[in-house]
């Protein structure tokens, strides 16, 4: 049987156009039920048109697609789904925006396959170290907007009747049951506010 040029096209979502994909694959005259096209997400290799593909290449054939990114964005993923196409069903794969990810031989020395798993790796290596410094960054930057007094998260629902309510309970003129009426409160929500309001004796009655 002969092998079969296949094309895989992805694109995020149903507004994005594939056309800029297809173009770059003219070249391989890849007929047009072998070309797979899915508008889904990259997080992961759950796509209808993935899915149809991977049941019909076999050994020996070629999978084109013109970015790595395109395959998604799970690097862990794409290893795998790289792993699973060149070493179980022995198919070849060809990157358009980066000739060095083609598992094609091309010597008796090195072979396209060696050379593309080591690209692959790196690439796999990098994009997980971007992912921890971007987190690591968030972190950083969290860190920072709190020390500036920058508050995350939803903001507490002002009560204009607390500081009144407050101040009297403070000065004994009413009970805690009836301070925390005033503002809509239960108790333990009217001693959570006063302890915020700066009051540390509350300590143990929230």
């Not at 798993?117 to 971007?134: C, G, H, K, M």
């Not at 987190?135 to 920072?144: L, T």
């Not at 049951?177 to 108790?187: P, V, W």
Request: charged residues 30%; aromatic residues 8%; glycine residues 6%.
């Amino acid at each position: 049987m002969q092998n079969q040029t296949y094309g895989y096209v992805r694109v995020s979502s149903k507004d994005q156009n594939e056309t800029r994909q297809l173009e770059a694959m003219t070249a391989f005259r890849i007929p047009k039920k072998n070309i797979f096209i899915d508008k889904k997400s990259g997080k992961n290799f759950a796509r209808p048109a993935w899915i149809r593909m991977m049941r019909k290449i076999q050994e020996g054939d070629l999978l084109i697609v013109k970015s790595i990114d395109r395959l998604g964005r799970n690097y862990d993923e794409i290893i795998e789904q790289w792993q699973l196409l060149t070493k179980d069903r022995k198919a070849n794969i060809l990157v358009l925006d980066m000739p060095l990810l083609d598992t094609r031989d091309k010597g008796k020395d090195l072979t396209g396959t060696f050379i593309a798993d080591l690209v692959l790796q790196i690439l796999s290596y990098v994009a997980q170290t971007e992912r921890e410094n971007i987190r690591q960054r968030q972190q950083e930057g969290i860190a920072c907007a709190k020390a500036n007094g920058i508050h995350f998260g939803r903001r507490e629902t002002e009560i204009p009747a607390f500081d009144e309510a407050l101040r009297l309970w403070r000065d004994s003129a009413i009970t805690a049951k009836e301070a925390a009426r005033l503002c809509g409160l239960t108790r333990q929500g009217f001693y959570k506010r006063a302890k915020k309001a700066g009051l540390p004796e509350l300590e143990q009655a929230v």
